[in-house]
């Protein structure tokens, strides 16, 4: 794994946890094609609704976002380019993925809450705890380009 100063498939963002034991220290969100059309619908959804001032976001089902702890022995590079720069792409092999630390929590309903501004986060619970993880926000104006 590696850092690209170009928009590669994969941007590396800050996450946090509201969990008192478990870590939700970065995310992986990927980015295709696909997605990138997907983005697109949903800044048109939103624009639609601009005007109303009592919706803060639309809510999306969306996967394409992995959660992981630091570690010292995996990828300890992770927390200094995070230190230096929220967000940052990357290059990476998909064995690269399977090596990182995930949360302990078992997480499901993955999340993408897309705000009127074009900005999102990504977010996700803890199966049985209920614990929320989430990413920076992040605007998708800059990654479907």
């Known amino acids: 794994m590696k850092t690209s100063i170009t928009a590669t498939e994969y941007l590396l963002i800050k996450a946090m946890t509201n969990s008192e034991w478990d870590n939700g220290d970065f995310a992986i969100i ?37 959660f992981f702890r630091f570690s010292e022995e995996k990828y300890p590079e992770v927390k200094q380019w995070l230190s230096e720069s929220s967000r940052i792409f990357i290059e990476l092999e998909k064995e690269d993925l399977k090596k990182m630390l995930q949360p302990e929590n078992n997480l499901n309903c993955y ?33 479907i380009k």
Not at 39 to 46: C, F, H, N
Not at 113 to 121: L, R, Y
Request: proline content about 0%; cysteine-free; hydrophobic content about 35%.
């Open 30 to 66: 990927h980015i295709t094609e696909d997605w990138k059309q997907t983005q697109k619908k949903r800044l048109e959804a939103v624009k639609i609704v601009e005007n109303d001032y009592d919706l803060k976001w639309l809510n999306y089902a969306d996967t394409n976002v992995e």
């Open 111 to 143: 999340q993408m809450q897309v705000f009127k501004s074009g900005n999102a986060i990504y977010n996700a619970f803890g199966k049985h705890t209920s614990e929320e993880f989430w990413t920076e926000e992040f605007s998708l104006w800059e990654l």
